[in-house]
């Protein structure tokens, strides 16, 4: 049972704009600040967002991220199919002394 | 340019150990934090274990705590975790990553090295 929650998949078609929610508690997602990762598969996952909304080098302006309370959201506006992957949140959690990992969203470009 | 290479995964009976290293080059190894991740297969990410630049600071998931032992060698650039007392759950691809800041996110990934722990 994981800490963080997301929604096992969702979908969309090219264009369209989508979100994926990350669900956690007072002590990850509500007291600091939330990252997002991409897996595309058979890779490994890179940095999509960190500090909740900022874009590392090179990451498309179409990911944007947000929080309010103990939830956040990433989304991708402008679907494109190379954007078919699972992406995970990810948070430290002040009580665990842990980082800790949503499930996964599978991504899926229609 | 920037490159993490895990090594030393394979297959260990269950209550053996493996050693596992990352070795990285195209920064400053020493400047910053680095961490171990795991992934089971077809499952989501578990973060494994975190250390400070001089290895001040190392924290370590519960669920490995008193078995793995993150290190590290600044003068050969390189990240270990001892693994101890394996068990079949351990089973996973682990990856090591460059912490960005403190916490700030985990910006540089090795291709992971898989271990097999099964009799």
């Known amino acids: 049972q994981s800490i963080l929650t997301q929604p096992p998949s969702v979908s969309g078609t090219p264009g369209q704009r989508v979100t994926i929610s990350c669900s956690g508690g007072r002590s990850n997602v509500g007291s600091g600040t939330v990252n997002w990762y991409q897996q595309l598969p058979g890779t490994a996952p890179k940095l999509l967002l960190y500090?909740?909304?900022q874009r590392p080098s090179g990451v498309p302006d179409r990911f944007s991220g947000s929080k309010s309370g103990t939830s956040a959201s990433l989304a991708i506006s402008g679907l494109q199919s190379e954007d078919e992957a699972d992406y995970h949140c990810?948070?430290?959690?002040?009580?665990?002394?842990?980082?800790?990992f949503g499930p996964g969203t599978k991504v899926t470009v229609l | 340019q920037v490159h993490l290479v895990e090594s030393g995964g394979g297959l260990v009976k269950p209550g053996g150990s493996l050693r596992l290293s990352c070795e990285v080059s195209g920064f400053i190894f020493s400047d910053w934090y680095m961490t171990w991740i795991r992934q089971t297969p077809g499952k989501g990410l578990e973060w494994v274990s975190y250390?400070?630049?001089?290895?001040?600071?190392?924290y370590y998931a519960e669920s490995v705590k008193g078995r793995f032992t993150i290190s590290r060698d600044n003068a050969k650039n390189s990240l270990y975790l001892q693994m101890n007392s394996l068990r079949a759950e351990d089973t996973a691809v682990y990856y090591c990553?460059?912490?960005?800041?403190?916490?700030?996110?985990?910006?540089?990934w090795g291709q992971g090295t898989a271990v097999t722990v099964s009799s």
């Open positions: 990810a948070a430290w959690d002040d009580s665990l002394n842990a980082y800790v």
């Open positions: 990553a460059r912490v960005m800041g403190v916490l700030d996110g985990f910006d540089i």
């Open positions: 500090s909740t909304n």
């Open positions: 250390i400070t630049s001089r290895s001040e600071i190392i």
